[in-house]
């Protein structure tokens, strides 16, 4: 594990899939990152690279070929990420293109997250440059889970997540393969609060497209605000855990899951990015302990 802290906070990347897996409040003592439980859900943070959530078939086509991706992509789970630089404050991280890679994305790529402390916030900060000589295409997303509840004398249903505006707000549901289908489920009417349940992941996780708030907090209403997550890079906010666990997944995207009507096209894929040859890109969200 790599750490970094400051007065505040302390951090630690596992390298495998450069995946956060501790944020500590040093004042508290409290442990705000869900510490990956295998017999519940193994991960803590993924990082979604080049898709997000799962392809039809586990596969996409690029100009006349058929290329093999996993769910949320290759960077989790990734053992070939590299440190490239390690600072006071700051972890940087990198993956580029390898032979291996273009076997199931055919594009020279050099990614890049960095995990910066600022305070009490934490910066998650990413970078895609596209080294090829056409455009590329991909998507980008966070994954954090944050453990809730936190006290002993609390329980997950003390717990919601609190918007920085009201909203009316519609999930897409996921059909049985896990596409995104044209079913959507009422959230929120003008409200900003959604309060924790042990079935509000019964049929997977909440997804929200376009969603005009940038900001949502993580609250009890024993003990108060915990954290607060923003994101003003993304379009798209996913919500998840498994049912029953004690955590929340608060997820940025750029991009969304195949949708049930795809033809596997990535050129046309909903929500994909593109990237002309020679250029960089950058999204990234704060985490702010309070």
Known sequence: MYQIKNEFLSIAVNPVG?????????????????????EIWASQAPNLFPVIGILKNGEYNFEGKTYKMPKHGFVRHNENIQLKTETENELVFELSYSEESLQHYPFKFNFEIAFKLKGKNLEVSHKVFNLDTKTMYFSLGGHPAFNAPLFENENYEDYYLEFDQKLDLRSYLLNEEGLVSERTKGILDNENKIWLKKDLFENDALIFKNITSKKVALKSKISGTVLSLEYPDFKNLGIWAKPGAPYVCIEPWLGIADVEGTDQNLKTKEGIEQLEPGKFFEAGYTINIL
Do not use: M
């Not at 500590?24 to 409290?30: A, C, M, V, Y």
């Open 18 to 38: 450069a995946e956060l897996s501790s944020i500590k409040n040093l004042e508290t003592g409290i442990e705000h990152l869900w510490q990956g439980n295998p």
